[in-house]
């Protein structure tokens, strides 16, 4: 100042000034980036674990992966909504201020009751109502999943999931005004052929308690759960093959009739439905697992495997 020289001591008042960000009133950011990555690693841990429960329970394959996260409003999210889907209203003990919806494509469910009736599991081409015995199928398919659930929300609160209902219409599941923001967590589902989505859809009125929890911090302990999970299920699994399981080779089938059956004699000849170079098939326990073909081995009757036998191909 004494120089005369203000031009190199002063900054200037346009440099001074911090950069304004836009905010925008009409639609406030009511979850940070944190918050809902934290959301999808929740259902990151629920996805892996309703994989396993779907490809055992279908008995086909079956994937599901988290796509994304999002803020929304929710009437952007029931917009979006065709006629029919598959809409499960969910309460989830103790949060209050709302459920959330668990949205399934209809495509989805479709393969899913036709894996249950013994189809193979495809969607339909045409959309079309559900019957009142496919929302019962799809009822009791939800509540196995919803089991899963509370697992990888034990670290940010115990939550209790209790489904209200199923509702195919989205007129009737207008549970949260439509100005209402609303956490909406993606994640594709895919069965058998068939491939769709699975929409979780939370309310920010209901997480607005715990919002403080869902940050990367309270992860941590949920992934070193995961890594003792993993060191469980690799003991687990070496016990497993210690264990015995019956096997028995099949040489053949055939049906008589009571009168014949009662009537047999010593030396009577029953034919077989099977010829002599006909494959065996193996059983382990009571499940078909393998063809194989007769022989001896050191003096004892022994088959060699020919071929495995595929789940889809056992009757």
């Not at 010829?275 to 007769?294: E, R």
Request: with cysteine; proline share 5%; net charge negative.
């Amino acid at each position: 100042m004494n120089s005369g020289d203000a031009a190199d001591t002063i900054m200037p008042l346009e440099s001074a000034a911090k950069e304004a960000r836009l905010y925008d009133w009409a639609n406030p950011q009511k979850f940070n980036r944190d918050q809902l990555r934290t959301l999808e690693n929740i259902f990151e841990n629920f996805a892996r674990n309703v994989t396993s429960f779907m490809t055992g329970y279908l008995r086909t394959s079956a994937t599901i992966d988290v796509v994304n996260s999002e803020a929304i409003m929710y009437r952007d999210f029931n917009v979006a909504l065709s006629s029919p889907c598959i809409l499960a209203i969910v309460e989830l003990q103790p949060l209050s201020g709302g459920s959330i919806i668990v949205e399934m494509s209809s495509n989805v469910g479709y393969a899913i009751i036709d894996r249950i009736l013994g189809g193979p599991g495809f969607g339909l081409r045409k959309l079309r109502e559900f019957s009142e015995v496919e929302k019962i199928l799809l009822e009791r398919v939800m509540l196995q999943m919803l089991n899963f659930l509370p697992e990888p929300w034990e670290n940010i609160i115990p939550i209790r999931p209790r489904l209200e209902k199923i509702e195919t219409n989205p007129q009737f599941a207008q549970i949260i005004a439509p100005t209402d923001f609303v956490a909406l967590v993606l994640l594709n589902i895919k069965i058998g052929s068939a491939e769709g989505t699975l929409s979780f859809c939370l309310p920010h009125l209901m997480l607005e308690p715990i919002m403080d929890r869902l940050y990367a911090r309270f992860s941590y302990d949920t992934r070193r759960r995961q890594d003792d999970t993993a060191v469980y299920r690799e003991k687990l699994t070496e016990e497993l093959e210690k264990a015995f399981v019956p096997v028995s080779a099949v040489v053949g089938r055939t049906q008589v009739m009571v009168n014949e059956f009662v009537n047999l004699q010593v030396g009577d000849v029953i034919p077989l439905d099977s010829y002599t170079d006909s494959d065996l098939i193996i059983k382990v326990g009571s499940m078909q697992k393998f063809h194989a073909k007769p022989g001896t081995n050191r003096g004892k009757y022994a088959v060699q495997i020919t071929a495995l036998i595929e789940r889809e191909d056992t009757k």
